[in-house]
Each structure stands twice: as C-alpha cells, then as structure tokens.
C-alpha cells in the first residue's frame, strides 16, 4: 500500500473511531527476521524488525490503541514484551512465557492494548530466551493528550537514545552458554541507537541541534547486564520525566541509567558553535566499556572533543543520584489531575513482602527469589489460571514472603504468588551478593520510597519517603542493600515481576504475580481475547464462559 492509501486507511480508523466514540488506533505490521549486523565492527546474527537495528519506534497518545501484526520469519518462537506499559485489565499482551504462548516460526499474531492513563518513555524487547541480545528492541514513546499540559515548554526535537552493552556473541551462543551452567561474562561493548563512533573523523552526526534551542532527549537502557552512566560533553541535562512520572527539574552533569530504567531530558543548545559527544559507559564494573556519540550543531565550527567527560566512582555517588529524584506533585500527568492528589503514604499497607536474590552452583548455574529458581512450563501461567487447571501446571506460594534462612538451597518450579486485588502493599528486594540488582515489574508502576545500605528492618519505615517518591516500574538494589516500593494491586491479570539482568533471568530471578477479581467481571478485567494464540494442555480445552459485564 502506498503513502496515500496509508494515510487514507489511517483517517478512516480515526473517524471510525469518534463515530463510535472509541480512542484512536495505530496500526503497526512489524516482519521479524535475521539479518547481518556488525555494531562492534564483527559481523553477527541480529534480529530485525522491518529490516531496522533497533526496531521501529512507536509514536502514540495517551489512551491510543495500538495493534501491531507481528509476523515471525524466524527459526525460534518469539514474542515481544511492551516495558513499562501498564496494560490495564489486560495481561493477556504483556507478551512473556507466563502470559502468551510463543509466535512459532512461520506464523503471525496481532498484539492489541492501549495505552490507558500512561504518558512517557518506554521501550520494547523480545522476552523469549536471549534474544533480546541480538535486537528486537525499540522506543516506544507515549505523547500527553492535547489538553493535559506539560510542565515545560514544548522542545524543537525529540531525539531517542536507545543504549546497552553488547555482546559479539550471538544470542544462540551464549544461551547455550547458560545451558550449560556457564555465565555469559562480560560484555564486548557498548551501543548508542545500535552502533558506536569511532571517533576517527568518519562519523556521521547522530543528532543535529539549532544553537539556543532545546531538545528532548528519550534515554532508555535496554542492554543485558550493566548499569550505564550518560552525559553529553558541556551540556547538562535537566531531567523532566521517569517511566510514566513528571519529576522536579532538577539539572545533573550525568545520569545513571540501570538496566530496564528510562529518563527524559531537556538539553539546551547554548555552548560554542562546534560538535561535541554523547557517552555511554559502564558502572560498577570492573571493566570500563563506552559508547560514544556526534551531536551537531547546526553552525559547527569545529570536530568533537577527544577528551570525554569522566564517568561518576562508586555507588554511593548513584545512591545519592536517586535520593534526589522527587515526584512533581503540581505537575499532571496522563489525567488531569496533578499527581499530587494520590495520598500514596496515607494508605495503610496491608501486606509486606520480603524478596531476596541468590545464586547457585551446585547443579549447574542458577539464580533465585526466596530460594526458588523459576522456570516457564509448557502452559503459560495466566492461561492455565483461566481455563482452570492452575493445579496441573503450578503451585501458588511455593516462597513465602520471608526469604528462608538459607539461600544456598534453591529449587527449580514456576515462581507464583497471590496478591489479593486491590491489597496496598509493601515489598522489600534484599540484595546480599556483590553485584547492583535492578528488578522491573510489569502491569503496574510502584513508589520507590526507600534505598539503603544493609539490613531492612521494620523500623526503617521511619526513613522513608511518603509525600513525594517517584512513580516508575523499575528499581535498582546496590550490593548489601535494600530497596522498598510501595502500590496497590488493582490490576487484575498474571503479572512478571523480574531482574532485568538477562543471565539472571533466564536463569530463574523471577516471578509471577497472580491478581485475580472475585467479581470475575470485565470491570476489573477483560475476557481472553478470541485471537489468543493456545499451546500447552488448555490448547484443545474447551473455552471458559467469558466475565460478566
């Protein structure tokens, strides 16, 4: 179809949708395939979407529908998951083992989902093994509606910056690596927008900016291990927003950005008419690995300088870094109240979660919660919920929400536990190993009201933050410390909370969330959708009687 027909389908939808007075559609045909791409310098196998490295971005408004047809002309299943999208009522889209049977070579499925009361910077990737390793990721961006104002001037650009470490090794490579009980180590480099410059005078500018204009920067890390720290040379960046949260503008000469984490920031050209770099390095490693990049000015005079900004030593400097993030209470954000009027720390918490990480090597590599190693069965966890036969596929609360006094004994069963719908609770990610921890759960964004170094006890509420921590749906855990984060469950579905370390999670850091309604009703959640790809024992079952209105 050409541009015109494109367009003409385009304003149908939309005028379809104000007839029946439903939000707007974007539709999206995404072809998934091999391709040969070489961001270090050494060709490899990545996975393409439409032929692009990363994949398309996806431009929507709050509340927008967006359908997209994703067709697998890969050898392996695949599925993509939307970070960082709440999919309200509807956790049949999240798009992780736990929630949606695999895309098989050769076939297609059409994601549907809204973005329902959500505005911000986010990202999707493919949740099936380690592909993620190889591509599959993007931008996904999500405008404010037209009437809900934002609290800041509108920029001249927007520009993304989608980076990660990398690895040469294909995602096959150092699956079969984990398999074996081996870690994938470390990684060969690092990636801005899928490349790195050389800094040779070959580079093509990423980015160009007008002098005395202000550009919005979308900074996502979507890498597999490393926590990285941005800056730009001479400029610093005012920060605006944090996973779906307007936050007080404060200014910072650099940004850590942990694994799974984005930001949004304002970068004003006003410094002498020349080019200058974006960088991207590692932290808390023991190894330094950077990325580089070419912003332009539009009256350069002159190449980037070679002596890059240093990156911040330790964590404390980051600790402190979140310390300073602060929700902007007068700001509004999806809807048009400010974000200030959810009283978050008057609520009484209902239930304490306790969640601890640990490794073994006893049987092979592994990593747990709460001693226990998750692994996918054959059944996704939502749909054996549905149809009934949750019994025949896993068991509910096999950790309790106190980590057992050792942690050296793990099993290997499906990660699930109960959260009962609409309960406020409290949970505590404990991090006794050496390396920083950084947890993303899906369905839901949740108040980061505490970070501290040792033990968690229950008189560390009085440290907490109630008036005005940040809302977002990833939180990092530095070694020997605890993280708090507090939310209502009152999104009904089968919910991944997970380490967004890849090895990590491929390995067993993970769970499940199952928050079911007792009503059964589409109030609180949406039926199976009739397009639902089935495998595992419900494939031949027959379909369950739909919720009631």
Not at 112 to 133: C, E, M
Not at 165 to 171: L, N
Not at 267 to 286: E, G, L
Request: hydrophobic share 35%; charged share 20%; proline share 7%.
């Amino acid at each position: 179809m050409g541009g015109r027909g494109k367009l003409l389908l385009s304003m149908l939808c939309l005028l379809a949708a104000v007839v029946q007075g439903e939000d707007p559609y974007l539709y999206y045909t995404w072809n998934v395939t091999y391709g040969t791409i070489a961001p270090l310098g050494v060709p490899q196998q990545g996975i393409l979407i439409n032929g692009q490295f990363p994949g398309p971005e996806i431009n929507s408004t709050s509340n927008n529908n967006v359908v997209v047809n994703v067709f697998n002309n890969l050898d392996e299943p695949f599925l993509l998951t939307w970070h960082g999208i709440q999919h309200r009522k509807n956790s049949w889209q999240e798009g992780t083992p736990g929630t949606l049977c695999p895309i098989a070579p050769g076939t297609n499925y059409t994601y549907h989902f809204q973005v329902k009361d959500q505005i911000g910077s986010f990202f999707y990737y493919p949740s099936t093994g380690l592909q993620r390793a190889a591509g599959g990721f993007g931008g996904l961006r999500i405008f404010s509606r037209l009437l809900i104002p934002v609290p800041y001037a509108d920029p001249e650009d927007e520009y993304w910056v989608i980076m990660g470490d990398w690895y040469t090794k294909s995602h096959t490579a150092l699956q079969k690596l984990l398999d074996s009980g081996r870690s994938i180590g470390r990684p060969n480099g690092v990636l801005i927008n899928g490349k790195t410059a050389k800094g040779d005078g070959s580079d093509q500018p990423l980015y160009t900016m007008i002098p005395g204009k202000t550009y919005k920067y979308r900074l996502c890390n979507v890498g597999l291990k490393d926590a990285l720290n941005f800056r730009i040379q001479g400029h610093p960046l005012k920060l605006v927003e944090t996973e779906g949260s307007h936050v007080v503008q404060n200014v910072y000469d650099s940004l850590d950005v942990h694994v799974g984490q984005c930001f949004t920031v304002l970068v004003t050209a006003d410094k002498d008419p020349k080019d200058y770099y974006m960088v991207a390095s590692t932290r808390f490693t023991k190894y330094d690995l950077t990325a580089k990049a070419i912003i332009h000015y539009t009256n350069s005079a002159g190449p980037a300088s070679p002596e890059l900004p240093p990156s911040p030593v330790g964590w404390a400097w980051s600790l402190n870094q979140f310390r300073s993030f602060r929700w902007n209470l007068t700001a509004s954000a999806a809807r048009p109240n400010p974000q200030g009027s959810y009283h978050y720390g008057q609520i009484n918490i209902t239930r304490t979660i306790k969640l601890a990480n640990s490794v073994s090597r006893g049987q092979g590599l592994r990593y747990a919660i709460n001693g226990v190693s998750h692994i996918d069965p054959e059944t996704p966890l939502k749909l054996a919920e549905y149809y009934g036969v949750a019994d025949k596929v896993f068991k509910y609360n096999t950790i309790s929400d106190e980590p057992p006094v050792d942690l050296n004994s793990i099993t290997k069963v499906p990660n699930v536990i109960n959260a009962t719908f609409r309960d406020f609770i409290e949970i505590i990610f404990e991090n006794d190993g050496k390396a920083v921890q950084s947890y993303n759960l899906d369905g839901y964004s949740f108040f980061v009201v505490a970070m501290e170094p040792g033990k968690w006890s229950p008189e560390k509420r009085k440290n907490y933050n109630l008036l005005d921590a940040v809302s977002r749906h990833t939180v990092q855990v530095f070694p020997k410390s605890w993280s708090a984060i507090m939310l209502t469950f009152d999104n009904a579905g089968m919910w991944n909370l997970r380490s967004e370390h890849a090895e990590n999670r491929y390995l067993g850091q993970q769970l499940y969330i199952s928050v079911l309604s007792p009503q059964r009703s589409l109030r609180d959640e949406y039926n199976l959708p009739d397009t639902q790809l089935l495998c595992g024992i419900v494939k031949d079952l027959p379909k369950p009687p739909p919720y009631s209105s």
